[in-house]
């Protein structure tokens, strides 16, 4: 029974990203040699630089209402898998990010106010 | 993203290899989806880069033409321009008028060996004529120089290449090709940028159209005199590709396509431009 607690308290908390987690995909996302992510995206006032890049779209809590990590992190690995058309790069396909990068990014995404 | 008008899928297809429809053909769907999405915008300001989507960029000293710190540019460039060689000659003399209201002629073909003709290559042509060493095509202070001050020498002279036989038609496909590839780590093709996302900002800055890059190069960056070709190149490096050579024919190809689709639009070399992050 115990133990059976304490795997559930370890598996929630693997879930919950850190705040330290959070910063370092924060810190990816507007690095230019890394994400470079503010490029292109804006984000909300006080979660990152301030940015009027417009290539892609905002993004925010809500625009990301419904993206669950999965789904984010394989945006992230190989966008054209989910749009042909996709002006997004490839940030784990072409090993632009690791992939421990892309679940920064992906915990700082799903931060957003 | 996806790109949401439906002149889209029209462009998509004429970028397609088996779709090519010949260059005048090209060049008017892409100036009508330009014309869809930027109706206010004529060859004077896309000639301008950013600026021409940014009224508070066009202002700013920097960005005037020419810019501040040409003058330095343009003195080295005409020292080049006129200096003797060891039988006397110079390179004014192998064009004609002195190098007068040519540039916008260029890039031209040459039909002996198939292949384009950019002012880079005429100049380095002039050179090894008379046995003098050539100018790196990637270096600003030489043939970067030069460039600035042999289209100075041509202001406001409108652009008359225009694919007119199989050759010049074949040579624009290629050119045509290369910018609509998608390469490197990011990714990208050249047309991602300056097509599709023309005039959106990448960081604080809009994305230039294709349409008047010909015209308005070499800008002065930095104080340096950076030419179309040295500016694709430097793309290349940013999209995460291998830069083709300084010099190739890819690049040339590339130049023939942009130049040609911009027939008509003045020169304004030697415009200022931001120094890149």
Redo the contacts between chains.
């Keep these: 029974m115990r133990a059976r607690l304490l795997l559930g308290i370890a598996v929630a908390a693997a879930a919950v990203p850190c705040a330290a987690q959070v910063e370092a995909g924060r810190a990816l996302f507007a690095d230019p040699r890394k994400g470079n992510c503010l490029a292109c995206h804006q984000v909300p006032e006080g979660a990152g630089p301030a940015s009027r890049a417009d290539v892609g779209p905002r993004l925010d809590g809500a625009r990301l209402k419904g993206w669950d990590a999965p789904r984010l992190r394989a945006l992230l690995d190989d966008p054209q898998r989910v749009d042909p058309d996709t002006v997004k790069p490839p940030y784990g396909k072409h090993r632009i990010l690791d992939p421990m990068e892309i679940d920064r990014i992906v915990e700082y995404l799903r931060a957003l106010p | ?3 949401p008008e439906p002149l889209l899928a029209a462009i998509l297809v004429l970028a397609a290899p088996a779709a090519f429809a010949g260059a005048e053909q090209v060049r008017s769907a892409l100036a009508t989806r330009l014309q869809a999405t930027h109706p206010d915008l004529g060859p004077s300001e896309l000639v301008l880069g950013p600026a021409a989507f940014d009224t508070a960029l066009r202002d700013r000293p920097e960005w005037q033409s020419p810019a501040p710190g040409s003058a330095e540019v343009l003195a080295a460039g005409k020292a080049i321009w006129t200096r003797k060689f060891r039988n006397g000659r110079t390179l004014a003399q192998c064009f004609p008028n002195g190098g007068r209201r040519i540039a916008a002629s260029y890039p031209q073909l040459d039909a002996k060996s198939r292949r384009v003709v950019t002012l880079e290559t005429a100049v380095n042509q002039c050179l090894k004529s008379h046995g003098e060493a050539l100018l790196d095509p990637a270096d600003p202070a030489t043939m970067g120089a030069v460039l600035a001050y042999l289209r100075s020498l041509s202001p406001g002279q409108k652009i008359t290449v225009r694919p007119a036989n199989a050759l010049a038609e074949e040579r624009f496909e290629q050119g045509r090709r290369l910018y609509f590839t998608r390469m490197g ?4 093709a050249c047309a ?1 940028c300056h097509l ?2 023309a005039g ?5 800055t809009p ?1 230039p159209s294709a349409f008047g890059q010909a015209a308005g190069w070499p800008w002065l960056r930095g104080g340096k005199a950076v030419t179309l070709q040295m500016q694709a190149r430097s793309c290349l490096e940013r999209m ?1 590709a291998a830069p083709f050579p300084a010099g190739s024919d890819e690049l040339a190809q590339v130049e023939y396509f942009l130049t040609a689709i911009s027939q008509g639009y003045a020169l304004r070399p030697n415009g200022g431009r931001a120094a890149l ?1």
């Design positions: 993203m996806r790109f780590q990011q990714n990208h991602t599709q996302l959106r900002r990448y960081g604080d994305l995460g992050p």
